[in-house]
């Protein structure tokens, strides 16, 4: 099958990016196809245009792969972010989640996974937890999932949103091509 080919800076195709900001990020990527900038350079090159935060701009990276592959490859020390085509895979908005079948699935053992309390003992409320988050490449399959207090959950969320900074290079970590390799490496690093 023939891949469509990326489209010129200045191509209405483009129209798919919800702003000139995106528009921006994508000129920038498309002109360094062959010598891919860091996140570091990509986040100083839109600070300079548009007077952006680092967050921000991890945003638009994200928002920009809904759209099209931007991998993160490892060149010597740095990970680089290579604009190489459009994405095959549906846009992150309309990812399916979790089936109705896999919660129950996940749920069933009726106890928190972190501190051990169970709804009907301890009155406590389960969710269905990403090991890995989405944002961060996690996959919706029941291997990184697993059942949270509420409680638990959002002390998770909130030890996530201090590393937030780390968040493109984790999501490059967790490209590992077998999937326990891939939540072992992405976690590795952290405390559970
Ligand atoms: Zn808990």
Redesign the pocket.
Known sequence: MEQRPLPLPDSPELDVLPTESHRLLYAYLFERRDDPPTMREIRAYLAERLGEAPAQTDRRVRDLRDHFDVPAVRLGADYRYRLTGWSKVKKAGSRKGVSKRVRAEVLAPQR??????QPLEHG?VLVVDHKVPREWGGADDIENLQP??????SGKKAFYATYDEYAEEIAAASLHPEPHGRIGGATKSLPW
Request: net charge negative; aromatic share 0%; glycine share 8%.
């Open positions: 928190c996974a972190q501190c051990g309390r406590v949270l207090c509420e409680d638990c959950n």
